[in-house]
Structure formats: C-alpha cells, structure tokens
C-alpha cells in the first residue's frame, strides 16, 4: 500500500525517460536518441448468449519495437546497417543465378541473437564513466529488423541526420533490478518471479 507521505519522501525517484541504453549488436550506444519500450495486445474471442455478451482472452502479440539514432561520418551508422542487412542474407541482384534469401537465423544474429533496453538508476554515469546500477532490463528474445528509414537531407536544415528502425521479435522478458524484488499487493502476482523469461512459466 503506498504510504500517505508519498510526496514528502525524498528516497523515492520515479523512472525517467532520459535515462536508458539500448544494447543491440554493431550499433553504438551514444548515437541512440529514443527507443519504444515493449508492448503487446492480446486478442478476445467473444460468445454470445441470449441476451448477453462473454469475451475471453486469446493470443497474446508482441508489438515491434522502434528506435532512432543518429548518423555520425566515424562510425557510419547507414554502412553498419547496410552491412547487418547483408548478414541477414541479402544480396543484390547483380546475378541472374543467384537465389540467396534472408533467413530468421541470420537475421537474428545480425543483431546480436538478443536486443537489450536497460533502465538506469538517477547516479548515470560516474567520473570514471561507469554506469549506474539498472534498475530494470527488458530483452528481446530472436530480433531482427523489419524496417529502417535513412532519413532526409534538407538545404534548410542544421539537423543531424536522423534514422528510424523498427525491430521485430518474438517476445520480450522483463527483468525488474530494483532492490532484487517488486512490491505489489495482489496476491495473484506475489508468487511469480520478478525476472520473467517468457516461455519457462
């Protein structure tokens, strides 16, 4: 239960938006601006009867996962992507005989086999530039990507150059690092465990 002297704690920090890294195979993480946390839908199937209306729960859909960065000339962001697009299986049709494809296997460990987006606590980066303790982790589990945009070039524009990537994946788990455990107050929710792997429950 949340105590009456909320506002008046000075522990208490909430979650910033600010204060994440993303950890995804070839990509620096500096040049990473904004990132979508997870999140999912889950289908209904609906039963009609007599004069009432009953929905259940169906299957559940991981929505994608978009990020934006930025492009620097060292290290060029647009020829890592090109070259995760290569080991994804891709090849240009420079060859009336070839018949290389894109497979999921290749397409995954193009980005690492695993996609990272760490929360960090309010310390961020110390003197010597190590990171703050996480307070939670969610990881993308067989990533890989569905879209990237290049952006635009303006005359009119200062802007550095900006790129949008969606990434597709199975499922994401979530793990919460926050003093080792979630507090919660429904009983449904105390016995599962506070780092979640998907499929192992």
Not at 125 to 146: C, F, M, Q, R, S
Not at 161 to 172: F, G, N
């Amino acid at each position: 239960m949340a105590s009456d002297k909320f506002w008046a704690n000075s522990t208490l920090e909430p979650k910033r938006q600010y204060r994440f890294i993303l950890n995804l195979g070839g990509i620096e993480q500096w040049v990473v601006k904004k990132v979508s946390r997870p999140s999912f839908s889950i289908s209904n199937a609906e039963h009609n009867y007599i004069n009432h209306r009953f929905y259940y729960p169906g299957r559940i859909e991981w929505s994608t996962v978009a990020f934006t960065i930025v492009d620097p000339v060292d290290p060029d962001t647009t020829g890592i992507l090109m070259k995760m697009l290569m080991a994804s299986g891709y090849r240009f049709p420079t060859n009336k005989n070839g018949t290389r494809t894109i497979s999921k296997a290749e397409a995954v460990a193009a980005c690492g086999g695993q996609v990272f987006i760490s929360m960090i606590g309010a310390d961020g980066l110390d003197a010597e530039g190590v990171t703050a303790p996480e307070i939670e982790k969610w990881t993308l589990h067989n990533p890989w990507v569905e879209e990237v945009s290049m952006g635009d070039l303006d005359y009119s524009s200062d802007d550095m150059v900006e790129m949008e990537i969606t990434l597709r994946y199975d499922w994401a788990s979530y793990e919460s690092l926050v003093n080792g455990a979630t507090n919660t107050s429904s009983k449904a929710l105390q016995n599962i465990p506070d780092k979640l792997f998907g499929p192992t429950g």
